[in-house]
């Protein structure tokens, strides 16, 4: 099974709608058996996607060809023997500092470099 985690910012006026992007994410995923978790504050966007390889690359390259984003960076890309994120999970700032408790939650199964990167993300964006 496929892990892939990448990062991207939306672009300057680009409309951010989080339940559209859940709802359509939830739909797409469930189809095509993808998990992950999905981290958004701002414009900045962190995503894990796991299940079968060809799926995955195939829901990172229409992500990709997303006009709404850019600076696409793919973090990290392994096979791992199960999922490590169970069920598709969406983490959003909602200004209160509570998305690092929710991520910390998230990323439990996760390995450890894994963990620390969405950890991470969420600490420094949080600050």
Same mark, same amino acid.
């Given at each position: 099974m496929l892990?892939?985690i ?6 300057? &006026? ?5 339940g559209q992007?859940?709802a ?7 189809r095509d058996?993808?998990t &992950?978790l999905?981290?958004?504050? &701002? ?7 796991e ?9 990172y390259a229409?992500?990709?060809?997303d006009?709404?984003?850019f600076a ?6 392994r ?7 169970g069920?598709w999970a969406?983490?959003?700032?909602d200004?209160?500092?509570g ?6 939650t998230?990323?439990e ?11 991470g993300?969420?600490a420094?964006?949080?600050?």
């Amino acid at each position: 099974m496929l892990q892939l985690i990448y990062v991207s910012t939306a672009r300057a &006026g680009a409309t951010i709608d989080l339940g559209q992007i859940l709802a359509c994410s939830e739909r797409n995923n469930r189809r095509d058996g993808i998990t &992950g978790l999905l981290h958004h504050r &701002g414009r900045r966007f962190l995503q894990a996607l796991e299940g079968e390889a060809a799926m995955v690359e195939a829901t990172y390259a229409r992500i990709a060809a997303d006009p709404r984003h850019f600076a696409m960076v793919v973090l990290s890309r392994r096979e791992v023997a199960a999922r490590e994120f169970g069920d598709w999970a969406m983490a959003a700032d909602d200004g209160s500092g509570g998305v690092v408790v929710q991520v910390a939650t998230l990323v439990e199964g996760a390995a450890p470099n894994v963990r620390a990167t969405f950890e991470g993300f969420a600490a420094m964006r949080a600050a």
